[in-house]
């Protein structure tokens, strides 16, 4: 639209978009790094977040909970867990989580100490002190089905017991025939943000042919290097590693380099 129309301005177009993988109403906070850039979202989740609420979740919960080391490795996990029964950590147990989002959800739930590596993803989480020596301890691992597989093989083989508690599940999702229409018409240059290997593996394995090819030429903001791997491996050729996952970060990662 150019010029006025009917004492209206014009909306001013995006410098670019951005395509966010995150799950179904969890785009809010792209959405908010991505105008203070002058940056639209293009939202295409992968899947909804669906809480679980049965005795065997909540048992395994009460299991991970009492743990010697309590994991969270998302915010929805902190979120569900909470839903379920009140969180609170002992004294002289560490409870960690995956990043600062992950943290200030627990937080929000009532835990006092919480800590989170400066470098949010696996990598970063199995560096912390309270996951070193493990041999003989057990760790409550609050998480989804799926997802950071390198997590519990680590702790493992570091000796600890892992007590795995799935408090919510990621039901995947189509694309929209609206999301779809909208990456077709897309007029400017493109962003993917990318904070999960599993949203990029549902994403190649959903979208048509055309699509991918036309992603492909996508800038990849990747939130760690082993993601920036998966994207290279996936056929993505201009990707960036961004500092972490938030939605600030990877955006930066955007920004033209000096």
């Not at 915010?75 to 029964?85: E, H, I, M, V, Y």
């Not at 904070?195 to 042919?209: D, I, N, V």
């Not at 998966?230 to 500092?243: N, S």
Request: net charge positive; proline share 8%; aromatic share 2%.
């Amino acid at each position: 639209m150019a010029g006025m129309k009917h004492g209206t301005p014009a909306l001013k177009q995006p410098a670019c978009y951005v395509i966010s993988l995150r799950p179904v109403g969890g785009h809010d906070a792209m959405r908010r790094a991505a105008a203070a850039h002058g940056m639209r979202v293009l939202a295409l989740s992968p899947w909804r977040i669906e809480a679980r609420d049965d005795d065997a979740t909540r048992d395994a919960l009460s299991a991970a909970l009492a743990a010697d080391v309590v994991l969270f490795t998302s915010p929805a996990a902190a979120r569900a867990a909470a839903a379920l029964q009140p969180l609170r950590d002992r004294p002289g147990q560490p409870w960690v989580a995956v990043g600062a989002g992950t943290a200030a959800a627990l937080r929000r739930a009532g835990v006092r100490g919480v800590a989170a590596p400066s470098r949010m993803d696996s990598e970063g989480l199995l560096a912390l002190p309270a996951l070193q020596r493990l041999d003989g301890r057990s760790v409550g691992m609050v998480t989804a089905p799926g997802g950071r597989g390198l997590i519990a093989p680590a702790l493992a083989a570091r000796g600890a017991r892992v007590l795995r508690a799935e408090v919510y599940a990621r039901v995947p999702v189509p694309p929209s025939p609206a999301a779809l229409a909208r990456l077709r018409a897309l007029d400017r240059p493109a962003c993917l943000a990318l904070s999960s290997g599993e949203a990029l593996q549902r994403m190649l394995q959903t979208l048509p042919g055309d699509l991918l090819d036309r992603l492909r030429q996508a800038r990849v903001l990747a939130a760690s290097q082993r993601l920036a791997d998966l994207a290279r491996e996936a056929g993505f050729v201009d990707v960036r590693v961004a500092t972490d996952a938030r939605p600030a970060s990877l955006l930066a990662a955007a920004m033209p380099r000096g």
